[in-house]
């Protein structure tokens, strides 16, 4: 086994303090996503959609790195072969933990992005609406996140790496939304082995070929320690 293609989810950040979409009392569910993750949503009420992702931005910066993300940047270390890490978070919890490989096919709370010209910068701890882009100075900044009905980034990168993977790995995700959903079939597709690594199996049976459950704090460290040991 020589390449290693990992797909993490809100799962592995929510021990370090992140919510995921289930939480019932998250943030997600005191904003109306048509309102704060769309296009026209942005459209309609930029400043809401800046409150939004400035208390998200927030709690992922004063966030810290679970041992979870620190397995796996010891992962991507001391493995002799090959490894991508591909992301649906918008945290920087993998990097700050020391992953370097890191693809966020939805983008990153860290980034701002210009909605007219598309020119990209670190985004500040607390974006505002009305402030122009440095480059072509219109007041059409938006954080630079993957929005419902965009296409995720790096795609055809991804679609790459796990059609030549020896190994796909979930965690922390559902599995059961699309694209990300259809990477383990792609994987399996072209004769990789597949594991889960989840709180509870996916709801759809036979998905994956070895499933682990538990927290990601615990199970993630743990089957490091395995892959490592088997070389």
């Known amino acids: 086994m020589q390449h290693i293609t990992i797909l993490t989810g809100a799962g592995i950040s929510a021990e370090s303090g992140l919510g995921t979409f289930r939480d019932e009392d998250g943030l997600w569910t005191q904003y109306d996503l048509s309102e704060v993750a769309t296009p026209e949503g942005f459209a309609r009420n930029p400043a809401l959609v800046h ?16 041992a979870a993300h620190e397995a796996l940047a010891r992962l991507e270390k001391d493995w002799p072969g090959t490894l991508m890490l591909v992301t649906q978070n918008v945290d920087d919890l993998h ?34 609406h009305e402030a122009p882009c440095p480059k072509c ?17 790096r795609m055809n ?40 690594i989840n709180l509870e199996a996916s709801r ?11 927290p990601a704090s615990q199970t993630v460290p743990a089957w490091v320690d395995e892959v490592l040991r088997k070389g």
Do not use: K
Request: hydrophobic share 40%; aromatic share 10%; charged share 20%.
């Open 157 to 196: 990168e991804i679609a790459e790496t796990v059609a030549r993977t020896d190994l796909f790995v979930s965690i922390g995700t559902s599995g059961e939304v699309y694209p990300a959903a259809g990477f383990v079939a792609e994987a399996r597709n072209a004769g990789a082995d597949t594991l889960e």
């Open 137 to 153: 100075t219109q007041p059409a900044t938006r954080p630079d996140i993957v929005w419902f009905d965009e296409v995720p980034y």
């Open 204 to 214: 759809t049976p036979g998905l994956f070929g070895r499933v682990i459950e538990g």
């Open 51 to 66: 409150e939004f992702y400035n208390a998200r931005r927030a709690n992922a910066f004063d966030a810290s790195p679970n």
């Open 95 to 128: 990097e700050r933990a020391g992953s370097q490989n890191v693809v966020h096919m939805h983008g990153t709370l860290a980034g701002a992005l210009c909605a007219s010209c598309t020119y990209r910068w670190p985004a500040p701890r607390v974006m505002d």
